[in-house]
């Protein structure tokens, strides 16, 4: 079956970059999806198809997929980008599959 | 504003049937896919099925002898029953809306856009 790992936790000071990568065997053929989770919330989807930024959510989120590496980097991180981030990919074959997490903090 | 609600039991017997509801409200069931997603305790998410606003569905391969969902546009609600659980079909368990993209490769939805807010389901005598 089809994996994705990420990075159990990225630190990040305010203000800089966050950088949560998502590993997959040929991970470019198909399409990553990033959502933000905090605690005691539902999902939210933060980026789609790659690069795509959903209604709402803030220019600092930004994605990217090349390889076996999709990317989510999130710009001038502020206290409230304080979350965990998952990781989605799907084709017509494998369908959805979700990565482990990873949790960011704000220092 | 879209908003998803699960309804059901927050405990079933092993080997009975976990049947759950999702509402629907704020927006149309048209032209999206209604999926339903768990996540074991200390586990990743893990997705379980889709049906359409036309009543198609598809599930995940390793669910899908006990996996069955339904759509009913009329009371902007879906469904998903999941028979003989065990143990380790104790999860949160969401239901989520994937929007649709139309393009040259055909009709397909790839992400989850609106999540319900999760209920708790425990297998359990």
């Known amino acids: 079956s089809y994996e994705l790992t990420q990075p159990p936790s990225v630190s990040v000071s305010p203000g800089q970059t966050a950088t949560i990568t998502c590993s997959g065997d040929?991970?470019?053929?198909?399409?990553a999806s990033w959502y933000q989770k905090r605690p005691g919330q539902s999902p939210v989807l933060v980026i789609y198809q790659d690069f795509k930024r959903p209604s709402g959510i803030p220019e600092r989120f930004s994605g990217s997929n090349s390889g076996n590496t999709a990317t989510l980097t999130i710009s001038g991180t502020q206290a409230m980008d304080e979350a965990d981030y998952f990781c989605q990919a799907w084709d017509s074959s494998t369908l959805f599959v979700f990565g482990p997490g990873t949790t960011v903090t704000v220092l | 504003q879209v908003q998803l609600q699960e309804s059901g039991p927050g405990l079933v017997k092993p080997s009975e049937t976990l049947s759950l509801t999702c509402t629907v409200s704020?927006?149309?069931?048209?032209?999206?896919?209604w999926a339903w997603i768990r996540q074991p305790p200390g586990k990743e998410m893990e997705w379980i099925g889709y049906?359409?606003?036309?009543?198609?569905?598809k599930y995940k391969s390793s669910l899908k002898s006990r996996v069955t969902m339904s759509i009913d546009t009329s009371k902007n609600q879906f469904s998903l029953r999941l028979t003989s659980v065990t143990a380790a079909d104790t999860a949160l368990y969401y239901c989520a809306r994937v929007p649709l993209t139309h393009d040259d490769s055909g009709t397909y939805g790839d992400a989850f856009d609106v999540w319900g807010q999760g209920t708790v389901v425990t297998v359990s005598s």
């Open positions: 040929k991970l470019r053929d198909k399409y």
């Open positions: 704020g927006g149309s069931m048209s032209d999206f896919y």
């Open positions: 049906v359409s606003y036309t009543g198609t569905s």
